[in-house]
């Protein structure tokens, strides 16, 4: 069956520590990989993308993430977070059409 | 605005009741979805129409559940004889796609539903 796992589900660092959210899928083909962030009250948002090419792929905010084909997984970074990326992230693997999403993790940024 | 917009925001309703939602995808999208969320989970999948054509619906949405995307613009998704645990967040999200593998979906604020 196809499935997103995104292992943290709440996660809490202080500002300027690194982030590293996991994202690992189970899909029988090509597929298309998306982190999308929903910030308090706002609708999800696309942080980042991967299609095909190079595998470290970078977004906004300083966010990147990096497709390992041989670990089925696309892990989302960013070296120094800030209060303001107090979210909830998902990651999402997309197949012929739909995306299939993972169940979220909460980051919360301490000032 | 040219994002996707969906309306209601929120919707109350007492089960049993039938409620309908509305999404406008952004303009010149030909692909739009409806997704379901419901606390701690994810999105998943409800529906999807290329144009006016619905071309998958999951296993989630039972036989009280129809949505139409009329003149492959808007679509509406309704709900009849509501149970308390179709309470969820619906999503729309609208993409362009010439039918190759890179596509993007964009998502809308959604409709909260909570039926007492």
């Known amino acids: 069956a196809q499935s997103v796992s995104q292992h943290n589900h709440h996660v809490i660092l202080s500002e300027a520590a690194s982030l590293e959210l996991g994202c690992n899928y189970s899909?029988?083909?090509?597929?298309?990989l998306f982190w999308y962030v929903q910030y308090p009250g706002q609708h999800l948002q696309l942080l980042l993308k991967?299609?095909?090419?190079?595998?470290l792929v970078k977004g906004i905010k300083g966010f990147e993430a990096e497709f390992i084909k041989s670990k089925f997984s696309f892990n989302l970074r960013k070296p120094s977070v800030q209060w303001s990326d107090t979210a909830e992230y998902f990651c999402?693997?997309?197949?012929?059409?739909?995306?299939?999403f993972g169940t979220g993790t909460r980051l919360k940024v301490l000032a | 605005d040219t994002g996707v917009s969906q309306d209601p925001r929120h919707k109350i309703t007492k089960r049993g009741q039938n409620v309908t939602f509305r999404c406008d995808p952004i303009?010149?999208?030909?692909?739009l979805y409806w997704y379901r969320q419901t606390l701690g989970q994810g999105p998943e999948f409800l529906t999807y129409?290329?144009?006016?054509?619905?071309?998958?619906k999951s296993r989630l949405l039972s036989d009280r559940f129809s949505a139409e995307r009329p003149k492959g613009s808007f679509s509406t998704l309704e709900i009849q004889r509501t149970e308390q645990g179709d309470s969820a967040m619906y999503l729309c999200?609208?993409?362009?796609?010439?039918?190759?593998?890179?596509?993007?979906?964009?998502f809308g604020p959604g409709t909260r539903l909570l039926v007492l």
């Open positions: 999200a609208s993409s362009f796609t010439t039918g190759g593998p890179e596509e993007t979906q964009y």
């Open positions: 899909y029988g083909g090509t597929v298309n």
């Open positions: 991967y299609f095909s090419g190079d595998p």
């Open positions: 999402a693997v997309q197949g012929t059409y739909k995306y299939i």
């Open positions: 303009s010149e999208h030909n692909r």
């Open positions: 129409f290329q144009n006016e054509a619905q071309l998958e």
